[in-house]
């Protein structure tokens, strides 16, 4: 490996909302765990991107910045090379975040009292969006097979059909459930929502989070129906493990919908941009970080055959989801028979584990963990021999 995967920077007293956690079941620095909670990597940022960040510093003043050419033209470049997606750079809106930014969407292209569906479990603040914005939740749960997640398409059709449903939050790669979908179940999703004037919002932060065997594919790029009829929000945060720069990149084909989405910005800040450090950071990452990527994937993919593993020969009563994509494992507990309020204090207290719970994601949730493996692999393996031990005593 020409990149560091192993060393971690413990972030205790930095603010970081993963580590406080940690901090507030008293673990110390001296304990040698990491959480496995919210979703940012447990590896040290790229050089090149340092790098970028350090000549900024050096070179430049921190006032107010926007897209440069340069900028947008690396992210068209890598939606090009990496995914197949010829997108022009005047689609591109910025959000300090995808969560901002699906928001945004919610609030400038439905009206208070529409339906907006969720493919569920799936991301909580995509729950948030429709309540706090008193729209309508319109549930469309994924089945689950076992191990996998499939599309109840019957049901999407029949509540799209309602005409008070407007939109659809996709997530795509799913978080929780780690599935990328295939082109044949995106193109039948945007038929659906096509033929029931159904906007698409879809969240593919995890794009380029995949496992080998699986090809995520950009929404928008299925046709040219598909793209005049969604936003496709991306951002370099979770590729490169910069969320804390808040940079992403909003993708708004359609004029009209681009022009809605823009007012939605504009009414509280009539300069929408994001800030000069992430931009340099993303630039950089788009044009030089593509090999830290690849070493980065073939770490994830070694943590996920590891716990898979371990799982089937050691812990056999839990079940694992297979990861096509995302870094974020979901792992089907209810063979221990604890409830989810108990699991979590075993995990806690007994375990010293801490993933993100799996009824955070919605009741289909419960007695599952998502479990956060952008992290060295000494931590996995310390992790499966912790919940050996700790769940022997709750098997039968
Ligand atoms: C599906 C999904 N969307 C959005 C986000 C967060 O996006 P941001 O930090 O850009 O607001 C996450 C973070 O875990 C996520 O999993």
Redesign the pocket.
Known sequence: MRYDFETVHKRFNRGSNKWNELARFGIKESDDIIPFSV?DMEFVTAPEIVEALKHELDTSIMGYAGATPEYTSAVCNWMKTRHNWNAEPEWILPSH????AFFNAVKTCTNEGDGVMLMTPV?Y?MYMAISNTHRKLVDNPLINTGTKYEINFADMERKAADPSTKMLIL?SPH?PTGRVWTVDELTRIGEICLKHNVLVVS?E??FDLVMPGHKHTVFASISGEFADNCIVMT?P??TFNI?GLQT?NIFIPDPETRAKFLGGLELSNPHPNCGILGYRAAEAAYKHCGEWLDECLKVIDGNRRIITGFIESELPVLKVHELEGTYLMWIDMRGLGLGYKELERVNHEEARLFFDEGYIFGEQGECFERWNIACPTRYINEALERMKGTYSKYIE
């Open positions: 979703a975040g995808v969560v901002d991301y603040p997530c978080n969240d932060i995890h951002a945060s979770k969320a992403s």
